[in-house]
């Protein structure tokens, strides 16, 4: 079973900063198969980036995903207000399993 | 129109049994995968189960495998989540989610507390 790690676990920046998401696979995925999710408080998850680095129906442009084989990235170029969130990976797997990596906290500094 | 509205949670005694339903809108149902995914207080997101467009395949997390049983209705446009021996550890919010590879589609979530 692929184990999906994502680094910082808290990212603290402020309004207007680059923000650089760490997703690190237990092996080698596919592409097509890595997506990258918002999450803010009391809400249901929000599909970013779908295929490592395609961007879901009205996203915003500043946000790109990026990266293969067991190193992936998720890029918010200059933070805004609302990007304050928890950001999440998820990958599909064998057996039409998924699996969702522990989530990166992106807080205001 | 939300196009997915889980309902069925609440409160139940460990051992005991719940069904959740998520009615689907604004989409052709019977076309897409579908998944429960939970999150328990505080804590990060967890794949429960999926099930195949035509529900002939289905497939569990270990963590559920033999007390859950996913199913859906296309006639009804409806999801289901039949939850037995639930366990303390079962407590969480889930969530119905379209789709097979990922999901562009997710409920606004039932809460599930599992306690005496």
């Known amino acids: 079973e692929i184990v999906l790690t994502q680094s910082p676990g808290t990212l603290s920046l402020s309004p207007g900063e680059r923000a650089t998401l760490s997703c690190r696979a237990s092996?080698?995925?596919?592409?097509?198969?890595l997506a990258w999710y918002q999450q803010k408080p009391g809400q249901a998850p929000r599909l970013l980036i779908y295929?490592?680095?395609s961007r879901a129906t009205g996203i915003p442009d500043r946000f790109s995903g990026s990266g293969s084989g067991t190193d992936f990235t998720l890029t918010i170029s200059s933070l805004e207000p609302e990007d304050f969130a928890v950001y999440y990976c998820q990958h599909y797997g064998n057996s039409r399993r998924w699996t969702f990596g522990q989530g990166t906290k992106v807080e205001i500094k | 129109e939300v196009p997915l509205v889980e309902s069925g949670g609440g409160l139940v005694q460990p051992g005991g049994s719940l069904r959740l339903s998520c009615a689907a809108s604004g989409f052709t149902f019977s076309l897409y995968a579908m998944n429960w995914v939970r999150q328990a207080p505080g804590k990060g997101l967890e794949w429960v189960s999926g099930?195949?467009?035509?529900?002939?395949?289905?497939n569990y997390a270990d963590s559920v495998q033999g007390r859950f049983t996913i199913s859906r209705d296309n006639s009804k446009n409806t999801l289901y989540l039949q939850m037995n021996s639930l366990r303390a550890d079962d407590t969480a919010v889930y969530y119905c989610?379209?789709?097979?590879?990922?999901?562009?589609?997710w409920g606004q979530g039932t809460l599930v507390t599992v306690s005496s």
């Open positions: 099930i195949s467009e035509t529900g002939d395949d289905t």
């Open positions: 092996q080698s995925i596919s592409n097509n198969y």
């Open positions: 295929g490592a680095s």
């Open positions: 989610a379209k789709g097979i590879y990922h999901s562009d589609y």
